[in-house]
T-cell receptor, first 115, second 115 residues
Framework: AQTVTQSQPEMSVQEAETVTLSCTYD???????LFWYKQPPSRQMILVIR??????QNATENRFSVNFQKAAKSFSLKISDSQLGDTAMYFC????????????FGKGTKLSVIP | DVKVTQSSRYLVKRTGEKVFLECVQD?????MFWYRQDPGLGLRLIYF???????EKGDIPEGYSVSREKKERFSLILESASTNQTSMYLC??????????????FGPGTRLTVT
Protein backbone atom coordinates (compact mmCIF):
# COMPACT_ATOMS: atom_id res chain seq x y z
CA ALA A 1 0.00 0.00 0.00
CA GLN A 2 1.15 3.49 -0.71
CA THR A 3 2.04 5.85 2.11
CA VAL A 4 2.47 9.60 2.09
CA THR A 5 4.56 11.36 4.73
CA GLN A 6 4.56 15.04 5.58
CA SER A 7 7.23 15.50 8.19
CA GLN A 8 6.39 19.09 9.15
CA PRO A 9 3.16 19.30 11.19
CA GLU A 10 3.43 23.08 11.46
CA MET A 11 5.36 25.81 9.71
CA SER A 12 5.35 29.57 9.61
CA VAL A 13 6.65 32.11 7.13
CA GLN A 14 6.83 35.87 6.96
CA GLU A 15 4.63 37.58 4.44
CA ALA A 16 6.37 37.97 1.04
CA GLU A 17 8.94 35.28 1.88
CA THR A 18 9.30 31.83 0.33
CA VAL A 19 8.49 28.59 2.08
CA THR A 20 8.85 24.94 1.11
CA LEU A 21 6.63 22.16 2.39
CA SER A 22 8.00 18.66 2.15
CA CYS A 23 6.30 15.42 1.16
CA THR A 24 7.67 11.95 0.59
CA TYR A 25 5.80 8.90 -0.57
CA ASP A 26 6.35 5.21 -0.91
CA UNK A 27 5.27 3.24 -3.96
CA UNK A 28 6.52 0.50 -6.23
CA UNK A 29 4.64 1.91 -9.20
CA UNK A 30 6.15 3.83 -12.06
CA UNK A 31 3.11 5.82 -13.16
CA UNK A 32 1.04 7.81 -10.69
CA UNK A 33 -0.23 11.27 -9.84
CA LEU A 34 0.67 13.60 -7.02
CA PHE A 35 -1.33 16.50 -5.66
CA TRP A 36 -1.13 19.32 -3.17
CA TYR A 37 -4.42 20.39 -1.64
CA LYS A 38 -5.04 23.49 0.46
CA GLN A 39 -7.64 23.76 3.22
CA PRO A 40 -8.01 27.34 4.55
CA PRO A 41 -9.50 27.75 8.04
CA SER A 42 -13.21 26.90 7.95
CA ARG A 43 -13.19 26.77 4.18
CA GLN A 44 -13.35 24.18 1.45
CA MET A 45 -10.39 22.06 0.40
CA ILE A 46 -9.12 23.00 -3.03
CA LEU A 47 -6.47 21.69 -5.39
CA VAL A 48 -3.30 23.76 -5.52
CA ILE A 49 -1.18 21.85 -8.00
CA ARG A 50 -0.79 18.42 -9.56
CA UNK A 51 2.08 16.44 -11.07
CA UNK A 52 2.02 13.42 -13.34
CA UNK A 53 4.90 11.08 -12.59
CA UNK A 54 5.70 10.53 -16.27
CA UNK A 55 6.37 14.23 -16.74
CA UNK A 56 9.90 15.30 -15.92
CA GLN A 57 9.06 18.96 -15.83
CA ASN A 58 8.02 20.32 -12.46
CA ALA A 59 4.50 21.73 -12.34
CA THR A 60 3.97 25.44 -11.68
CA GLU A 61 0.83 27.42 -10.88
CA ASN A 62 1.54 31.10 -10.39
CA ARG A 63 3.32 31.44 -6.98
CA PHE A 64 3.14 27.68 -6.37
CA SER A 65 5.66 25.24 -7.77
CA VAL A 66 6.79 21.73 -6.98
CA ASN A 67 10.12 20.00 -6.81
CA PHE A 68 9.39 16.48 -7.99
CA GLN A 69 12.25 14.04 -7.43
CA LYS A 70 10.98 10.68 -8.69
CA ALA A 71 13.97 8.59 -7.70
CA ALA A 72 13.92 10.02 -4.19
CA LYS A 73 10.10 9.79 -4.06
CA SER A 74 9.91 13.38 -2.96
CA PHE A 75 7.31 15.99 -3.89
CA SER A 76 7.82 19.32 -2.16
CA LEU A 77 5.69 22.44 -2.58
CA LYS A 78 7.29 25.87 -2.83
CA ILE A 79 5.21 28.95 -2.17
CA SER A 80 6.82 32.17 -3.32
CA ASP A 81 5.88 35.67 -2.17
CA SER A 82 3.73 34.24 0.63
CA GLN A 83 0.44 36.01 1.26
CA LEU A 84 -1.84 36.05 4.29
CA GLY A 85 -4.39 34.08 2.28
CA ASP A 86 -1.91 31.21 2.02
CA THR A 87 -2.52 30.43 5.70
CA ALA A 88 -4.05 26.95 5.59
CA MET A 89 -3.57 23.23 6.06
CA TYR A 90 -1.73 21.73 3.13
CA PHE A 91 -2.14 18.09 2.23
CA CYS A 92 0.03 16.08 -0.10
CA UNK A 93 -1.78 13.22 -1.87
CA UNK A 94 -0.88 10.24 -4.06
CA UNK A 95 -3.00 8.49 -6.65
CA UNK A 96 -2.13 5.32 -8.50
CA UNK A 97 -2.73 5.27 -12.23
CA UNK A 98 -3.62 1.57 -12.24
CA UNK A 99 -7.37 1.89 -11.94
CA UNK A 100 -7.42 2.59 -8.23
CA UNK A 101 -9.96 5.17 -7.18
CA UNK A 102 -8.28 5.91 -3.91
CA UNK A 103 -6.38 9.07 -3.08
CA UNK A 104 -3.89 8.59 -0.23
CA PHE A 105 -3.29 11.70 1.85
CA GLY A 106 -0.50 12.75 4.14
CA LYS A 107 -1.35 14.03 7.61
CA GLY A 108 -0.99 17.64 6.58
CA THR A 109 1.16 20.67 7.32
CA LYS A 110 -0.36 23.69 9.01
CA LEU A 111 1.13 26.80 7.43
CA SER A 112 0.82 30.19 9.06
CA VAL A 113 1.78 33.33 7.16
CA ILE A 114 2.84 36.06 9.56
CA PRO A 115 2.29 39.72 8.64
CA ASP B 1 -17.26 25.53 -11.57
CA VAL B 2 -17.85 22.21 -9.87
CA LYS B 3 -20.06 22.48 -6.86
CA VAL B 4 -20.17 19.90 -4.09
CA THR B 5 -22.59 20.62 -1.29
CA GLN B 6 -23.17 18.88 2.02
CA SER B 7 -26.45 18.94 3.88
CA SER B 8 -25.14 20.41 7.15
CA ARG B 9 -22.06 22.32 8.28
CA TYR B 10 -22.56 21.41 11.94
CA LEU B 11 -24.48 18.53 13.47
CA VAL B 12 -24.92 17.38 17.06
CA LYS B 13 -26.34 13.93 17.70
CA ARG B 14 -26.75 11.62 20.66
CA THR B 15 -25.08 8.27 21.08
CA GLY B 16 -27.11 5.53 19.40
CA GLU B 17 -28.91 7.81 16.96
CA LYS B 18 -28.99 7.04 13.26
CA VAL B 19 -27.28 9.83 11.36
CA PHE B 20 -27.52 10.72 7.67
CA LEU B 21 -24.97 12.95 5.97
CA GLU B 22 -25.82 13.93 2.43
CA CYS B 23 -23.63 15.10 -0.40
CA VAL B 24 -24.67 16.44 -3.79
CA GLN B 25 -22.50 17.28 -6.81
CA ASP B 26 -23.58 19.10 -9.92
CA UNK B 27 -21.00 17.93 -12.47
CA UNK B 28 -22.34 14.52 -13.41
CA UNK B 29 -19.26 12.89 -11.90
CA UNK B 30 -19.30 9.12 -11.60
CA UNK B 31 -16.99 8.79 -8.61
CA MET B 32 -17.81 10.10 -5.17
CA PHE B 33 -16.05 9.71 -1.83
CA TRP B 34 -16.58 10.09 1.90
CA TYR B 35 -13.64 10.93 4.16
CA ARG B 36 -13.26 11.71 7.80
CA GLN B 37 -10.70 14.25 8.89
CA ASP B 38 -9.15 14.19 12.35
CA PRO B 39 -6.30 16.35 13.68
CA GLY B 40 -2.95 14.65 13.17
CA LEU B 41 -4.46 11.88 11.08
CA GLY B 42 -5.18 13.66 7.82
CA LEU B 43 -8.02 12.42 5.64
CA ARG B 44 -9.06 8.81 5.78
CA LEU B 45 -11.34 7.21 3.23
CA ILE B 46 -14.53 5.67 4.59
CA TYR B 47 -16.35 4.59 1.41
CA PHE B 48 -16.46 5.49 -2.23
CA UNK B 49 -18.85 4.92 -5.09
CA UNK B 50 -17.99 4.58 -8.76
CA UNK B 51 -21.54 4.43 -10.09
CA UNK B 52 -25.15 4.47 -8.97
CA UNK B 53 -25.77 1.70 -6.46
CA UNK B 54 -22.08 0.71 -6.59
CA UNK B 55 -19.88 1.18 -3.55
CA GLU B 56 -16.59 0.01 -2.12
CA LYS B 57 -15.11 0.13 1.33
CA GLY B 58 -12.25 2.44 2.02
CA ASP B 59 -9.76 2.25 4.86
CA ILE B 60 -12.14 2.78 7.79
CA PRO B 61 -15.66 1.55 6.89
CA GLU B 62 -16.56 0.08 10.27
CA GLY B 63 -19.63 1.72 11.77
CA TYR B 64 -20.63 3.36 8.50
CA SER B 65 -22.70 2.56 5.45
CA VAL B 66 -23.45 4.49 2.26
CA SER B 67 -26.18 4.90 -0.29
CA ARG B 68 -26.05 6.09 -3.89
CA GLU B 69 -29.48 5.95 -5.48
CA LYS B 70 -28.88 8.84 -7.87
CA LYS B 71 -25.69 9.83 -9.63
CA GLU B 72 -25.49 13.27 -8.06
CA ARG B 73 -26.16 12.20 -4.47
CA PHE B 74 -24.03 10.15 -2.11
CA SER B 75 -25.13 9.60 1.47
CA LEU B 76 -23.13 8.49 4.48
CA ILE B 77 -25.04 6.70 7.22
CA LEU B 78 -24.01 6.14 10.81
CA GLU B 79 -26.31 3.32 11.88
CA SER B 80 -25.78 3.91 15.60
CA ALA B 81 -23.64 6.94 16.31
CA SER B 82 -20.88 6.63 18.87
CA THR B 83 -18.67 9.25 20.48
CA ASN B 84 -15.62 8.03 18.56
CA GLN B 85 -17.37 9.09 15.37
CA THR B 86 -17.15 12.72 16.39
CA SER B 87 -15.19 14.19 13.49
CA MET B 88 -15.19 16.35 10.37
CA TYR B 89 -16.71 14.52 7.40
CA LEU B 90 -15.75 15.54 3.90
CA CYS B 91 -17.44 14.52 0.69
CA UNK B 92 -15.69 14.68 -2.67
CA UNK B 93 -16.41 13.91 -6.29
CA UNK B 94 -13.80 13.09 -8.90
CA UNK B 95 -13.38 14.62 -12.31
CA UNK B 96 -13.84 12.90 -15.63
CA UNK B 97 -11.37 10.00 -15.87
CA UNK B 98 -11.79 9.90 -19.64
CA UNK B 99 -10.27 13.37 -19.66
CA UNK B 100 -7.57 12.25 -17.20
CA UNK B 101 -9.05 14.66 -14.69
CA UNK B 102 -8.27 12.97 -11.40
CA UNK B 103 -8.85 16.05 -9.30
CA UNK B 104 -11.16 15.53 -6.38
CA UNK B 105 -13.59 18.36 -5.65
CA PHE B 106 -14.52 18.70 -2.01
CA GLY B 107 -17.60 19.85 -0.18
CA PRO B 108 -17.40 22.27 2.76
CA GLY B 109 -17.49 19.48 5.33
CA THR B 110 -19.85 18.51 8.14
CA ARG B 111 -18.56 18.77 11.68
CA LEU B 112 -20.38 16.05 13.59
CA THR B 113 -20.40 15.90 17.35
CA VAL B 114 -21.81 12.82 19.06
CA THR B 115 -22.61 13.30 22.74
Amino acid sequence: AQTVTQSQPEMSVQEAETVTLSCTYDTSENNYYLFWYKQPPSRQMILVIRQEAYKQQNATENRFSVNFQKAAKSFSLKISDSQLGDTAMYFCAFKSSFGSYQLTFGKGTKLSVIP
Amino acid sequence: DVKVTQSSRYLVKRTGEKVFLECVQDMDHENMFWYRQDPGLGLRLIYFSYDVKMKEKGDIPEGYSVSREKKERFSLILESASTNQTSMYLCASEGDRAQLDYEQYFGPGTRLTVT
